[in-house]
């Protein structure tokens, strides 16, 4: 198949691009590149991964030629980055890809699969199902709710549409990331020997990295009508052990989800534990092949590509940086 990954150069975008190669796809890779590409030019890639270098509200709708499938990952990455700048969060998240959506349609795409977020279920006492109501409380999950809302009713029986509504993610990648929950407390661990968990009451699904290539892998080979039009919550029920530090935050976040809908759908069901991902990130961490820079924090370097005018130059597309 071929297949276009918007936001592929990204933290989950990285991991996949390599295992659809693996599976004999070819691909193409449309991103800003913030955080490089080195990752992606490796030799084993070159007649199968093409790179592209633009934007999901300005790329010319001819990369989607000969495209079957596209999975939808660009966007400003989460809830903090996205209180950045909530203009450009929208224009992003939700207008950039209902815009790719509509190119994918038009140009004859098989499948189209939408990275959403579970955050989309704000506070929540019960177990959230996809049939759950919907509470976003941040520009960046407002904005992936109303992607949902305009991509879902182009599905028919030529344009699929599925949505995957992702955990938090943790786990190794080349784009590495010290800004999600498990990922920051193991560096935490690992430079302070604690963990500080800023929540003290809050609830929070995970999902391994791993398992989001393995989601992507069984939503492209399931068969259409499994999936088409339909939303999907991916998430690992798992716990961990460990010494902690409580305080307050501003983040009012706190929600669990199921996962059976998936499970009945496709069999699918991630397998890969917290303590597997943490041993996993703190190996790499002590081996000094992972390591922590400002590009590991999604916040901090948008502030520094915003702030920089030389440094930015590199990073332009249509002279803006978002």
């Known amino acids: 198949m071929n297949i276009l ?19 004999g796809h070819h ?3 449309l991103d800003r590149f913030f955080f490089g590409d080195k990752y992606l030019s490796q030799s084993r890639f070159e007649s199968k991964l093409e790179l592209i270098k633009d934007d999901i509200r300005w790329f010319d709708s001819k990369i989607l030629d000969g495209v079957d499938i596209v999975l939808d990952l660009a966007a400003i990455s989460n809830d903090p980055a996205g209180d950045l700048n909530p203009e450009k969060t929208y224009e992003i998240n939700h207008k950039g890809r209902a815009r790719v959506a ?10 189209y699969i939408l990275a959403s977020s579970a955050s ?18 941040t520009a960046y999950s407002k904005a ?9 009713p182009l599905n028919d029986d030529n344009f699929s549409v599925t949505v995957l509504r992702f955990s938090s993610v943790y786990g190794n990648s080349p784009r590495m990331r010290f800004d999600t929950a498990i990922n920051c407390m193991v560096l935490d661990l690992f430079k302070n020997k604690k963990i500080s968990v800023h929540g003290k009451s809050n609830k929070r699904p995970f999902v391994h990295i791993k398992d989001v290539i393995r989601a992507y892998q069984a939503v492209i080979d399931a068969p259409k009508e499994k999936i088409s039009g339909e939303i999907f919550n991916i998430v690992k029920h798992s716990g961990i052990e460990c010494e902690i530090e409580l305080s307050d935050t501003n983040d009012h976040r706190s929600y669990f989800a199921s996962f059976d809908k998936i499970k009945n759908a496709i069999n699918f069901s991630a397998k890969h534990t917290v303590n597997e991902g943490v041993l996993e990130m703190y190996n790499e961490l002590s081996s000094g092949r992972l390591t922590d820079t400002v590009k590991t924090r999604t916040v901090e370097w948008y502030k520094k590509l915003l702030s920089d005018e030389t440094l930015a130059k590199d990073y332009l597309v249509n002279d803006t940086i978002l």
């Open 102 to 111: 509509k190119l994918s349609k038009e140009k004859g795409v098989k499948k």
């Open 144 to 152: 992936n709710r109303n992607a949902e809302i305009d991509n879902l």
């Open 5 to 23: 990954i918007t936001g592929g150069a990204g933290y989950v975008g990285s991991m996949v691009i390599p295992q659809l190669i693996e599976d």
């Open 120 to 137: 989309i279920y704000g506070q929540q006492n019960d177990i959230a199902n996809e049939n759950s109501e919907v509470k976003p409380l």
């Open 27 to 29: 691909i193409k890779c």
